[in-house]
């Protein structure tokens, strides 16, 4: 590739500094011109892409705003039905309410409840119980010392 000669005129401030950076980098005045140039030209500087990355960034966050909005509006719409059909709880009423009246209509059907077992990190780093044999793989599939507290019925 040939390379043309240019006479480009820079203040002096300018000058010094192109002469101190170019002295701590110990590259010629060419390649540092030449490099200046071409990212001047192409529009590729790291502050182009910031900005263009910047700009979408805050799109998004323009989208999350509305989002959030949209969920408030929509909440608050439902808050305030609520409130519109919920008849009023008389003020010397029990804690609980219907619920300590009548359990049995707030379970679910088909689900019973049994203790649970806890293991300690003990028992979960060898795989048994501590002071009993295992009862085998059986047992664990039939839920015996298992975590779980609902089984159905």
């Known amino acids: 590739m040939r390379r043309r000669k240019i006479y480009p005129f820079l ?3 300018m000058y010094v500094r192109l002469k101190k950076f170019v002295a701590a980098a110990g590259v010629t005045e060419s390649s540092v011109v030449e490099a200046a140039l071409m990212e001047y030209l192409d529009q590729s500087s790291d502050r182009k892409l910031l900005l263009r990355r910047l700009g979408r960034v805050e799109r998004a966050q323009d989208r999350h ?3 959030i909005a949209v969920v408030l509006e929509t909440l608050g719409a439902f808050v ?3 409130m ?3 008849p009023e709880v008389p003020r010397g009423s029990e804690r609980l309410g219907s619920q300590a009246r009548n359990p049995e209509a707030f379970r679910l059907p088909g689900l019973r409840r049994r203790p649970t077992r806890r ?3 003990l028992h979960r780093r060898s795989g048994r119980r501590a002071g009993r044999r ?3 793989a ?3 599939r039939r839920g015996v010392g298992c975590n779980a507290a609902i089984q159905y019925a």
């Open 84 to 86: 519109a059909h919920t």
């Open 65 to 67: 705003r509305r989002d």
């Open 80 to 82: 305030f039905d609520w």
């Open 119 to 121: 293991r300690t990190s």
């Open 11 to 13: 203040s002096d401030q």
């Open 138 to 140: 059986g047992a664990r």
């Open 134 to 136: 295992s009862r085998g």
